[in-house]
């Protein structure tokens, strides 16, 4: 084992030529791609024990993607032993593990390692870890993603409950479900999946839905034997596969962006709602959208509807005004008793960067810099805080396709900039604030004429002033042409 990442010792100095935090699609892609380019010095820092990023987190019933397996994989590693269209968790895991094996990637990821800041000294950076160790590091990659913070809800008397409450991205697998009373906050991208997937086998799955979500029916079906030998054999067969279902996904931006017409998906899912309740009405009223579909994330399934018409499943939908010992109670004053509660409740997205302590040229922290809004240029690169990159940053989010593309787009700009410092004999790059300032504005006004603004609803793509920083405003290939290199009058050498 490489002795720079065996156990901290506190008030130990490490140094490395670039510093990656996170070891998922966004760190690991960056980590083959800074080898692929020469610059082999450099270290991943995961809080984990074991890479995955979010795909390790999530290991809840029924976690699967909702983008298909050939376009949620590298295009530079390709996996043509895909078993389903739409792969589950324990395969994109597996996968991401081989990425990490194939490209002999495990000697240079520190586990353990909770990055806590970073502090630009006017020549690099000092990367605090909680275990009081510091990486000194020329460059800083930021592969941390938006989704691993998780959101539990401040509900009165939560602390009281008897039984047992647990976030789905910190699934308690030592709690036996089956049989017991279930209670399931949340019906978003999560809850969708692991909601069907539980039901069958608890007594009672009571599910408190604030806002109903738009479900539209999913593709997934096995990749046969067959369809596999032949991807392995004719890899262009698969590069096919891929093309068309990138194009399949890249039409959808104009109806995010036009949200009239989202009416045609709207039909769909309608068509698929009516279906799906056309024995009970009642609970057709009940879930039901009141937003503009493509608002929120659309969610793809075909076992969640199902699941909510079953016996054992009631759908909540008056709000909850407490917890206590023994069960939820809502704003009626009905207690719905339960044995566990679990929390489809999402993931606190703006400030996981800026709870870090930050600290740029003069003394700037990134938590003030983002206090009106979290704000990069391009999402990868922050006024005020040369030589850091984030990967999947403010506004690189899709609605629509698979993050690793928006990721590959990233990591041959970062290289870019990389290669422009040290063409220059520079000590670091840093990003010229009204170019900055410039692209939010144009960002902003794409946004504020799309359906996650108009159409009617709140999501986790807006922060608290309404405004989306979270969401790339157009297609995949537009930020991959402006991410193409390095634009010298976006940047200052220092
Ligand atoms: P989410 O989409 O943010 O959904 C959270 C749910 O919890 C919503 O239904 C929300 O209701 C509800 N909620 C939050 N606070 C509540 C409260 N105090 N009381 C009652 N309900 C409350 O979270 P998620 O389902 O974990 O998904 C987050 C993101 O992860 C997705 O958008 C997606 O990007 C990603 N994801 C991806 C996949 C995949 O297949 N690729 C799978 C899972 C997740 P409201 O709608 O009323 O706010």
Known sequence: MNERIGAAVPGEIVTVDTAVVGSGFAGLGMAVKLDEAGRRDWLILEKGDTLGGTWRDNEYPGCACDVESHLYSFSFRQ???????????????????????????????????????????????DVRLADGSTIRARFVVFGTGALHDPAIPDIEGLDRFAGTAFHSAQWDHSRELRGTRVAVIGTGASAVQFVPAIAPDVESLTLFQRTAPWVLPKGDKPISDDARRRYRRFPLLQRLARTALYWRHEVLVAGFMNPRLMKVIGRVATTYLDRSFANDPALKAKVTPDFTIGCKRILLSNDYYPALRRDNVHVETTGIARVTETGVVTADGVEHPCDTIVFGTG??????????????????????????????????????????????????????????????????????????????????????RERQDDFNTEVQAKLEKAVWSQGGCNSWYLDEHGRNRTLWPGATFTYRRRTRRIDPADHVLI
């Open 347 to 432: 993931f606190t997205i703006a400030d996981s960067l800026s709870r870090m302590t930050i600290t740029g040229r003069d003394g700037a922290k990134l938590g003030d810099a983002w206090r009106g809004g979290m704000q990069a240029l391009l999402g990868t690169t922050v006024a005020g805080f040369p030589n850091l990159f984030l990967l999947t940053g403010p506004n690189t989010g899709l609605g629509h396709s698979s993050m690793v593309l928006m990721i590959e787009s990233q990591i041959p700009y970062v290289l870019d900039a990389m290669d422009t410092v040290d063409r220059h004999r520079a000590t670091a790059i840093d990003t010229v």
């Open 79 to 125: 996996n043509p032993a895909w078993t389903r269209t739409f792969a589950r968790q324990p395969e994109i895991r597996a996968y991401l593990e081989d990425v990490a094996d194939h490209y002999r990637l495990r000697d240079r990821i520190r586990y353990g390692a909770h990055v806590t800041g970073a502090e630009w000294d006017g020549t690099g950076w």
